[in-house]
């Protein structure tokens, strides 16, 4: 059963529980207000659990370690607290396990790392020593995931470095090589392969974490695109290449000096077209968050900037005050990412 993005409200019905032979159930985005955790102590047979902004809260029933056949489970995006139940710790079949975003404290199990993918990024998990950690250890994506900052007021994982210098811009070409613009702007290189559950910083001053996973995709390189069509546009080479995500894509830029930006995030639909081909029916929608603050909700690229391939910039302004800017793309239940 997949009921992803629909638009209903929750909380998830306790009959769904009576569904005994269920393998596959994934619910994300229910609206209404925080519920519980569900009674699934009857879905033995389950592979797959996705139970992703479902305004959860409460903590992890142990019962989920008994579903020794589990092998993906996603409860991304709640208001899940409490340890991180070692019971899960158990599961011999489990390669994805996604906590992000929930209130998660305690100290990291030591079967953490056990899954192929881990993200624990943006919890408060209360690490005895959260500057000796780093932001990804093996195939655990760590990014924000102690409540603490460093002494710098960077998250915790990138440690005390100091600052040589604070810079006051910016510029980065998400997903492709290195370029300078038309003005003259020199935009990094972000083209290293960075997939799900990952964190990968840079060698200057910034780093992005990915979350989620393509569940029905088998393509290993499905988290970057290229365009493959003939695009015409200032500085076309920055809407040639763009990092794909599932679920929350995050630039987190720090050793800035403090102080009001103009921040331009340049967009372009390159993986759809408007013709009359199976390439024609995605559209991508997502949120769009800036230092923690949503700033547009259900942007479409296409829609916004007129159609397919073609450039559109969104201007917003941001206060940065610990030397850190924070951007975040987050797909919410609308679209196809």
Known sequence: RVMQGSGLSGPVPSGISYLKNLTDLRISDLKGPDSPFPQLINLMVLETLVLRSCNLIGTVPEYLGNITNLRS??????????????????????????????????????????????????????????????????????????????????????????????????????????????????????????????????????????????????????????????????NAELYTDARVSPLSLTYYGFCLGNGNYTVNLHFAEIMFTDDQTYNSLGRRIFDIYIQGRLVLKDFNIAKEAGGVGKAIIKKFTAIVTNNNLEIRLHWAGKGTT
Request: net charge negative; proline share 4%.
């Open 73 to 234: 489970l996603d409860l991304s995006y709640n208001k899940l607290s409490g340890q991180i139940p070692n019971t899960l710790g158990v599961l011999e079949n489990i390669n994805i396990l996604y906590l992000t975003g929930n209130l998660f404290t305690g100290p990291l199990p030591n079967w953490i790392a056990r899954p192929d993918y881990t993200d624990l990024s943006y919890n408060n998990l209360s690490i005895q020593n959260p500057e000796q950690l780093t932001c990804q250890q093996g195939t655990v994506n760590l990014f924000s995931s102690s409540s603490k900052r460093s002494n710098l007021g960077m998250v915790s994982c990138l440690g005390n470095n100091g600052c040589p210098k604070h810079s006051y811009s910016l510029h980065i070409n998400c997903g492709g090589k290195l370029i300078t613009s038309s003005k003259s702007l020199t935009y990094d290189d972000d083209s290293n392969e960075v997939g799900p559950a990952s964190f990968h910083q840079s060698e200057s001053n910034w780093a992005l974490s990915n979350t989620g996973h393509f569940f029905d995709s088998s393509l290993v390189d499905y988290y970057t695109w290229s365009n493959k069509t003939n695009i015409s546009m200032e």
